[in-house]
């Protein structure tokens, strides 16, 4: 499955953007999705991630309360929708496909063997 991540851009501090997670190749209901991000000089970091039965999700500690992953309503799509954003929150926004099962370690990036270009995210104070 190939991914392309949109929706990225400059908002400012308190706003909001809705990223889209868009597959092609194969259908992304049969997989789980993740969304990480890596801002200019660190890591790339786990923000987001849910299940392929579309319900089970789970978010890091720094996004949690503000963001949320769903899947869309067309078949092969997932989103991130962000409120309340940070200047913190500014990265370039990656997200992954994985037919891993539920007890895996889902934060952990070398468990995503497909992956999208990023969209940057920029959020002005």
């Known amino acids: 499955v190939q991914l392309q991540a949109s929706g990225g851009g400059l908002v400012q501090a308190g706003g909001s953007l809705r990223l889209s997670c868009s597959a092609s190749?194969?259908?992304?209901?049969?997989?789980?999705v993740g969304w990480f991000r890596q801002a200019a000089g660190k890591e790339r970091e786990f923000v987001a991630w849910?299940?392929?039965?579309?319900?089970?999700?789970a978010y890091a500690d720094s996004v949690k309360g503000r963001f949320t992953i769903a899947r869309g309503n067309a078949k092969n799509t997932v989103h991130l929708q962000m409120n309340s954003l940070k200047p913190a929150d500014t990265a370039v926004y990656h997200c992954a496909a994985s037919t891993m099962i539920l007890s895996a370690p889902f934060r952990e990036e070398g468990r995503y063997p497909a992956w999208g270009q990023g969209t940057q995210v920029t959020v002005s104070s």
């Open positions: 190749g194969g259908s992304l209901r049969s997989y789980s």
């Open positions: 849910i299940f392929r039965n579309g319900i089970t999700t």
